[in-house]
């Protein structure tokens, strides 16, 4: 799976795509091939460290709004589940 990582704090210059293990689906996930992924607001301020209160870690995945087709989906996806 590919993902963009950002690796410091200096905006488009610190970014990275790199190939990463893909996710493992759980019981209640589902698995996303993702088709398109906008750059938003966040990800600019998160890219020139401006938002450091809120996660200062790196390197990073960057991103967080997707569109794509789902791929697979967790068996306990979509059940209702009683206590």
Known sequence: ????????????????????ASPKLTMTSDLIQVKYAPILPWDLKMEHGALNQFNSTLPRIIGYSFSGTIKDTGILRNKKISR
């Open 1 to 20: 799976m590919k993902a963009v990582i950002q690796n410091n704090f200096n905006g488009v210059d610190g970014l990275s795509i790199e190939n990463i």
